[in-house]
């Protein structure tokens, strides 16, 4: 079993940061990739970024230039999402995901609120 935990959500005013941060932990032998998603209310689910076990980071391009993942060198399996310049429309519960072995892990979530 796999568990992803997220922590970092808040309300921010536009065009401010926040910095998210997800823990992989349990039976990780070699991961295909890590992601963060979000869902709006009343939307889908949507890719915001990933990044391959060999480091490769794609983003969504509604977040490129704003958005920064990364992951801890020291700890593979935890990934950060720097997000900076944020937007109203950025509001969203953000979700951590894992991919191994063709199986998706998610983590629960945090919700980001970007609001005046």
């Known amino acids: 079993q796999v568990q992803l935990v997220e922590s970092g959500g808040g309300l921010v005013q536009p065009g401010g940061s926040l910095r998210l941060s997800c823990a992989a932990s349990?039976?990780?032998?070699?991961?295909?990739?890590m992601g963060w998603y979000r869902q709006a209310p009343g939307k889908e689910r949507d890719l915001v970024a990933t990044?391959?076990?060999?480091?490769?980071?794609?983003y969504a391009d509604s977040v490129k230039g704003r958005f920064t993942m990364s992951r801890d060198n020291a700890a593979k399996n935890t990934i950060y999402l720097q997000m900076d310049s944020l937007k109203p429309e950025d509001t969203a519960v953000y979700y951590c995901?894992?991919?191994?072995?063709?199986?998706?892990?998610w983590g629960k979530g945090t919700l980001v609120t970007v609001s005046s």
């Open positions: 349990g039976s990780i032998f070699r991961f295909n990739a």
């Open positions: 995901q894992l991919q191994q072995w063709g199986v998706n892990y």
């Open positions: 990044i391959t076990s060999g480091g490769i980071i794609n």
